[in-house]
């Protein structure tokens, strides 16, 4: 249990950033993608695992993949799209999005298990 609530608490800290980050400077590419960048070479390089780097590209290309289709069938769009009708920060914190939730998941299994 107490793997789980580090895992987590780990993770929502990261997020709010990743959040806050958006938010803040949603208007200037380059700060957004350099402060997501970096928090997700952090999360790699805590985590240390081969498989979180293929995760991490295997999510960041699906879900920027997923969202220039839905771009494409104008289902939503961007305020300030770079590349294939979204922002360029966005496959990164995709990437980010797939470790949380891979993380997590593993935690709570180890909770549930025991």
Known sequence: MKM??????????????????????????????TIIV?????????????????????????GAIAEAIAIGFGVWTYTLPDFIGIPIWLPFVWGMAGLFVKKISIEIHEVVKN
Not at 18 to 27: C, E
Not at 38 to 62: C, G, N, P, Q, T
């Open 38 to 62: 970096v928090i997700s070479v952090i999360m790699l390089l805590i985590w240390r695992d081969k498989e979180d780097v293929y995760l991490y590209i295997i999510v960041a290309v699906s």
């Open 4 to 33: 789980l609530l580090k895992a987590f608490i780990y993770s929502i800290v990261l997020a709010l950033i990743t959040l806050f980050s958006v938010s803040l400077f949603w208007t200037n590419q380059i700060i957004l993608t």
